[in-house]
């Protein structure tokens, strides 16, 4: 669906076109663990394009290397690090097009320009050249505590979420997991490369005017009322959302003349939403126009709703109105 | 006898580099020793494809004569004779040409398994089953080869196959996919950026599914009810009641209930489409819907009921109880999932 973009739309586009003409385009081959393949892919992705004609060099590798990747690393011009950091004055005068860096986390040695690679290649990106990474979820700074969770270990390096989110592209290196452990590593990092994608497709169709209904996530809106067995609908609604992966919202309407004993359960059960991480929202006016305009701007593809025994109810009206989203009645607490 | 190990090259998109792979891990296999063999292999005129085949024999296709033309499919028949230790087979979701023996290629498939040979294949998570209406929603396209979302669960490994839609688009652009005419048709319909991502989405979002699938085996406990009818819609409930079981790894079971003598040509393809989903059917006799829906609930021991939403009503009705009303008030203390029709 098309529509004609807001003059604060247009000028947010100017922007990001602005600044991503003259970056550099940054590459990410985001893996689960470590051998599991990324330096080999993301080395073999500079070979393809020095062979198509690109100015590619190496500004950091490992130091120990499978064979494979040592083959591949023989095919490129490396710059030498400086005392244990990537010589940026040196890259910045030899000017390639794209360079190679292996890995993307890594503290550099005290008295460095930057204290981590990430801001390195933040610079090196800055001066209009192409950067080719690789990276591990586990050092994935806003997904440390997860994999903690996991490997009751915490990686002394990272790098933010929100670097990895600028990335132009993420590729995921992905094969079979040997162990639990690893397997459970390997379900974040799948994870995390589906929001990152999710994230750039919503920019991409903000940027282009588009309007999109659907999601490829799914989405739950809790509607809390008073008289609603709110705890049993936003624990489905939290159980759900945590097994699809996707997002939980929760909704209320604003009411001035609510009784004291109304009003005050609404808080509590608007506290419970907030304990398990509902996004909240309040609606004004009609019940079923504002639930609908929510649900179909926040790509709702549930929602969560209790129903009374009571006659003229809006619940057959919202089932009505309902495009794109199911609607899932549950009893209220008190049925007889 | 051990059942063969199946390992699927899940992809978003032709052109990502799933039959590469997978012909990358028959060479690595090979040069271990192990005897492999392509049961089938689409080239598609693609020289870095089939230079990866190189030394790796394949099992002749059978020819099937079928309306005037001669068609080319898997010898399913001669890949069990020649018995090597794997087959690669691409392209899973294939519908094969009748007359084929088996209907889609996955059932070949099973067949190699079944006589203890390991399969390699590659598919796109589009031709998932449970996520057809979602990538019509999303593409526009309505995917006709499909494989029940059960056949990839039984896989013992899902690897995802990931390229940026940019790097995918470059090989199109390339002509390293389709022919120069082909390729600028699909970057403009099928392959658009946006597409491209949401299914790539998608793609991560099912193989991570796959993993914790095998992480955590289902505890049923609860128990989905989908209530169907003839209407046509009812294709999109089956679809999205199984994904939802799936996903809350509950137990799944369809219900109609039928006038007496009722003899419904779409209500039995809607059951035997559910049954290929390994839904359990069942057709109950009643005169009253919502209260012989409500009691089979009942007995059934089911937690959520899932329903399409009622037909438009003729206008002396109208002052009287929809279906769905009538069942929400008959169920009394269960969930019910009215199922909105997808458009675009």
């Known amino acids: ?336 | 006898m051990t059942r063969g190990r199946l390992k699927v090259y899940l992809g978003y998109a032709a052109g990502v580099g799933k039959t590469y792979r997978m012909l990358d891990e028959a060479q690595a296999l090979r040069a271990r020793g192990v005897d492999v063999v392509i049961g089938y292999f689409e080239p598609h005129g693609r020289p870095d494809t089939i230079a990866m085949t190189k030394g790796i024999e394949t099992i002749p296709r059978r020819k099937i004569q079928y309306g005037g033309s001669i068609f080319e499919e898997m010898d399913t028949e001669a890949v069990l004779l020649r018995k090597p230790a794997v087959a690669l087979v691409d392209e899973f979701a294939h519908s094969n040409i009748p007359g084929s023996g088996r209907e889609k290629r996955w059932q070949d498939v099973r067949v190699l398994l079944d006589d203890g040979i390991d399969v390699l294949t590659t598919m796109n998570v589009q031709h998932l089953e449970s996520l057809n209406d979602q990538v019509w929603h999303v593409t526009g396209v309505r995917v006709r080869e499909t494989v029940p979302d059960w056949v990839v669960d039984e896989a013992d490994e899902v690897v995802l196959v990931d390229l940026t839609p940019r790097a995918l688009r470059n090989r199109i652009e390339r002509g390293a996919v389709y022919a120069p005419e082909k390729a600028r048709r699909a970057m403009e319909n099928f392959f658009t950026e946006a597409n491209l991502s949401a299914l790539r989405e998608l793609a991560m979002r099912h193989t991570a599914h796959e993993v914790e699938e095998r992480l955590f085996p289902p505890k049923p406990g609860e128990r989905i009810l989908i209530c169907l009818t003839g209407r046509p819609a009812s294709a999109n409930l089956i679809r999205r009641g199984k994904r939802v079981a799936d996903y809350l790894q509950a137990e799944c079971l369809a219900v109609h209930v039928a006038a007496p003598g009722e003899n419904d040509e779409a209500v039995n393809r809607h059951m035997s489409f559910a049954r290929n989903l390994r839904i359990q059917t069942h057709v109950i006799q009643g005169e009253d819907i919502p209260r012989t829906l409500a009691e089979f609930a009942h007995s059934q021991r089911v937690t959520q009921i899932f329903m399409g939403r009622s037909g438009p009503r003729p206008w002396w009705k109208r002052f009287g109880e929809t279906v769905v009303q009538q069942v929400v008030r008959q169920a009394r203390d269960l969930q019910i999932t009215i199922v909105a029709e997808r458009r675009r």
């Open chain 1, 1 to 336: 669906m098309e529509r004609r973009p807001t003059p604060d739309e247009l000028l947010r586009r100017v922007q990001a076109e602005e600044r991503r003409e003259n970056r550099g385009r940054l590459k990410v081959f985001l893996g689960y663990a470590p051998r599991v393949g990324k330096s080999l892919r993301m080395f073999d992705e500079g070979r393809r394009r020095k062979e198509r004609g690109q100015d590619v060099v190496v500004a950091a590798a490992q130091d120990k290397v499978t064979d494979d990747v040592r083959k591949l690393l023989g095919c490129f011009e490396s710059i030498p690090q400086i005392s244990g950091a990537i010589d940026l004055p040196g890259i910045f005068k030899r000017n390639p097009q794209a360079c190679l860096i292996d890995p993307l986390a890594y503290d550099n040695p005290p008295g460095a320009r930057n204290a981590q690679r990430w801001q390195d290649v933040e610079e090196i990106l800055n001066h209009g050249i192409a950067v080719i990474t690789a990276l591990n979820v586990h050092h994935i700074r806003e997904q440390q505590d997860q994999v903690e969770r996991i490997t009751g270990k915490r990686a002394a390096r990272s790098v933010p979420e929100a670097f990895v989110r600028e990335a132009e592209e993420i590729e995921v290196v992905d094969t079979p997991a040997d162990t639990r452990e690893l397997a459970e590593l390997r379900e974040l990092a799948l994870l995390a490369a589906a929001d990152v994608v999710d994230q750039q497709l919503q920019e991409y169709l903000d940027c282009h005017g588009v309007v999109a209904h659907w999601g490829t996530q799914e989405r739950i809106l809790v509607c809390l009322t008073p008289r609603s067995d709110a705890e049993a609908m936003l624990k489905s609604g939290h159980r759900n959302a945590q097994r699809f992966h996707g997002a939980l919202l929760a909704a209320y309407v604003e009411q001035d003349n609510l009784k004291p004993e109304d009003r005050a359960k609404l808080d509590q059960h608007m506290a419970l939403a907030r304990e398990l991480g509902a996004e909240m929202h309040s609606l004004k006016g009609d019940f079923v126009g504002s639930v609908v305009e929510l649900a179909q701007r926040e790509r709702i593809t549930q929602i969560f709703l209790g129903h009374t025994q009571r006659e003229h109810s809006p619940i057959e009206k919202l089932i009505d109105y309902a495009e794109n989203f199911d609607v899932r009645l549950f009893p209220h607490g008190d049925h007889s």
